[in-house]
């Protein structure tokens, strides 16, 4: 069973827009939760990560936020690019950093 | 740094022929994961070494599947003998873990294999 599971499964938005991808998980054993972006013919490379202690993060455009009472967190890319046109996955890994990743966001801006 | 280096980048093959995917880490470190991606699936971690030594094999699909890693800087996935549903793209990643407990650290991704198993 699909132990992070991440919502919408595409999203398409206009250069500036703010595309919002939100993850959930059951497993409280899971202490480090990362972002992977994968461009089309590449391994995904990882964007930015938080762990359970702080709510934000933020890197340049992209923010995570974290619930740790809900379980949930989410990505969001400010004033987005066509350049960010990729596939985002959230990814959630216990002490062994073994990672379990979302099923994937195809993220689409358009000029 | 070079990163993690995969060969081959593509392979066809026919079906219930051996397939050896192999992987070169990213120098010094001590952790290496084997992922499957399919469009039906998505990422699927098929198995992970720590220190050379296989800590969790449990996502390998099944017998036809092994994979070893003979020292720090090698390891290999074999399918004997592939079948078509085993076509996916093969990504194998290493990280360095200072220990169980602590913190793990990011995980670098190779550009992937391409298995077509026809």
């Known amino acids: 069973q699909q132990q992070v599971k991440q919502s919408p499964q595409s999203l398409i938005v206009q250069k500036g827009g703010i595309p919002i991808i939100n993850c959930a998980y059951e497993n409280t054993a899971f202490d480090y939760f990362p972002w992977y972006q994968q461009f089309p013919g590449k391994g995904p490379a990882l964007l930015i990560a938080?762990?359970?202690?702080?709510s934000e993060k933020k890197e340049g455009r992209f923010t995570i936020s974290f619930n740790k009472s809900a379980k949930q967190f989410s990505l969001h890319i400010m004033d987005s690019q066509p350049g960010d046109s990729a596939t985002y996955f959230c990814a959630a890994s216990d002490s062994w950093g073994k990672l379990q990743f979302g099923a994937g966001t195809q993220v689409v801006v358009t000029p | 740094d070079a990163g993690v280096i995969q060969s081959p980048r593509h392979e066809v093959t026919e079906m219930g022929q051996e397939v050896t995917l192999r992987c070169k880490p990213i120098s010094g470190h001590n952790s290496l994961f084997w992922y499957r991606q399919t469009m039906m699936r998505g990422l699927e971690l098929l198995i992970y070494?720590?220190?050379?030594?296989?800590?969790?094999d449990s996502g390998m699909p099944e017998d036809r599947f092994s994979a070893k890693m003979p020292n720090a800087s090698f390891s290999t996935l074999k399918i004997q003998p592939s079948e078509p549903r085993d076509s996916a793209v093969y990504f194998c990643?290493?990280?360095?873990?200072?220990?169980?407990?602590?913190?793990?650290?990011?995980?670098?991704f190779g550009p992937g294999t391409r298995l077509t198993v026809l």
């Open positions: 990643a290493s990280s360095f873990l200072v220990g169980q407990g602590n913190s793990p650290d990011t995980q670098y």
């Open positions: 938080i762990r359970p202690d702080v």
């Open positions: 070494f720590n220190n050379n030594v296989p800590i969790d």
